[in-house]
């Protein structure tokens, strides 16, 4: 049996190029075999119907060699598209970490795993402030003051009872530490 590699790498990238065209949307400038491959490659039965084609006389009209290259081209494509997709998140990600960076804010919520380090306030005034530390997936850590108005204090910390209240309530929560008892303050002691 031959494999890939005895066809040649060149062929192969020759029918990547070919499937990239086509799902660029520019299907109609290939050639007939080309097309089929393509469909073949992109898993498009609906492209071989609209020419006619059923999947065995595709196969017939690709011929052997290009279908030997076939199942390689079709995983480095969907690779490609991938991997395209990843850097195309990580780049929209970056671009939002800059915002906060840079002291702008961003429409959209950045997830963060967030580590208290210190809490204070000032003596005599209602707001308090926390510094985490606050990490995104898979950047540099970032240490941020956050001041809580007086006005949101009652609001979060009823939330955050609220939370611990309920997940206690039905049992042991589902991230409790081995041993860990329920908390007095949950119930207002």
Same mark, same amino acid.
Request: glycine content about 8%; cysteine-free.
């Given at each position: 049996?031959t *494999?890939?590699?005895? /066809? %040649?790498?060149?062929?192969?990238?020759?029918?990547?190029?070919k499937?990239?065209?086509a799902?660029?949307? *520019?299907?109609g400038?290939?050639?007939? %075999?080309?097309?089929?491959?393509?469909?073949?490659i992109?898993?498009?039965?609906?492209?071989? =119907?609209?020419?006619n084609?059923?999947?065995?006389?595709? /196969?017939?009209?690709?011929?052997?060699?290009w279908?030997?290259?076939i199942?390689?081209?079709a995983?480095q494509? #969907?690779?490609?598209?991938?991997?395209?997709?990843s =850097?195309e998140?990580e780049e929209a990600?970056q671009?939002?970490l800059?915002m906060?960076?840079? %002291?702008r804010?961003?429409?959209?919520? /950045?997830?963060f795993a967030?580590?208290l380090?210190?809490y204070?306030?000032a &003596?005599g005034?209602r707001?308090?402030?926390f510094v985490f530390d606050?990490? &995104?997936i898979g950047?540099?850590?970032i240490?941020?003051?956050i001041?809580v108005?007086p #006005?949101d204090?009652e609001?979060i910390?009823?939330h955050v009872?609220?939370?611990?209240?309920f =997940?206690?309530d039905r049992g042991? &929560?589902?991230d409790?530490?081995?041993?860990e008892?329920? &908390?007095?303050?949950i119930?207002g002691?």
């Amino acid at each position: 049996m031959t *494999n890939v590699s005895s /066809i %040649g790498s060149a062929d192969l990238a020759q029918l990547l190029s070919k499937a990239r065209t086509a799902a660029a949307g *520019n299907f109609g400038v290939l050639s007939t %075999g080309e097309k089929l491959a393509v469909a073949l490659i992109l898993n498009r039965p609906d492209w071989l =119907a609209e020419m006619n084609y059923t999947l065995a006389e595709a /196969i017939e009209r690709v011929g052997p060699d290009w279908l030997r290259l076939i199942p390689a081209a079709a995983r480095q494509f #969907e690779q490609d598209r991938l991997d395209v997709a990843s =850097a195309e998140a990580e780049e929209a990600r970056q671009a939002k970490l800059a915002m906060v960076r840079n %002291g702008r804010a961003a429409d959209d919520v /950045i997830d963060f795993a967030a580590t208290l380090v210190t809490y204070g306030e000032a &003596p005599g005034y209602r707001d308090a402030h926390f510094v985490f530390d606050l990490q &995104p997936i898979g950047g540099p850590a970032i240490r941020a003051r956050i001041r809580v108005r007086p #006005e949101d204090g009652e609001q979060i910390v009823r939330h955050v009872t609220s939370v611990h209240r309920f =997940a206690w309530d039905r049992g042991e &929560p589902i991230d409790a530490k081995p041993g860990e008892k329920r &908390p007095k303050w949950i119930d207002g002691h």
